[in-house]
């Protein structure tokens, strides 16, 4: 059996994997402890209420744990944002409070464009045109996408690392993303 101090070096399909096998929540417990920070993120995003979002990351949990098991998940990172962003939502709904979302520089962008940066895609052509296209982009485009997106660096890290400020950040980020797009697009086979 594997020692538990080893988890951290395990992907985080190898400790799903190892959760569905064992049944031992304690997986699980490591693999979700990875994205509460993430998940607070999304909770602060829709729920406007740093108690909300805390509650938020919780319930999910509290939810997930019974059910984890019956769902085919190829990248967590994303399928895990997405299940928080909806969890969100419904508790919106549930509320029937107005759906605002608040774009704190602090918190990650959107999941429509992370799928182009997951290292776990086998798909050799679609990571060299993600790169090609990178390459095209204006230099400070690039930095931008390259430390959001590769390095999971926050805006306000990536503003303290370069000589951009946080508008820049989002600017360059934002323009980069639909750059990366279009060039994606027009290139595809």
Request: charged share 30%.
């Amino acid at each position: 059996m594997l020692k538990r101090k080893n988890i951290s070096r395990l992907s985080d399909e190898e400790v799903l994997s190892l959760y569905k096998d064992s049944g031992d929540a304690e997986y699980f417990g490591k693999l979700y402890n990875r994205y509460i920070p993430l998940l607070y993120g999304i909770g602060l995003k829709y729920l406007n209420d740093t108690a909300n979002a805390e509650d938020a990351v919780m319930q999910l949990f509290e939810i997930l744990l019974p059910k984890i098991t019956q769902y085919d998940i190829s990248n967590f990172r994303i399928w895990i944002y997405s299940v928080m962003k909806n969890h969100c939502l419904q508790i919106l709904r549930n509320e029937n409070r107005e759906i605002i979302a608040d774009f704190n520089t602090e918190i990650v962008e959107t999941d429509e464009i992370l799928h182009l940066f997951d290292e776990s895609i086998n798909d050799r052509e679609k990571k060299e045109l993600v790169k090609r296209c990178i390459k095209q982009l204006p230099v400070e485009q690039r930095i931008a996408i390259i430390r959001f997106f590769m390095e999971e660096m926050s805006y306000t890290d990536i503003a303290d690392t370069t000589e951009y400020n946080l508008k820049q950040v989002k600017s360059y980020i934002q323009n980069g993303k639909r750059n990366l797009k279009i060039c994606i697009e027009k290139n595809k086979q």
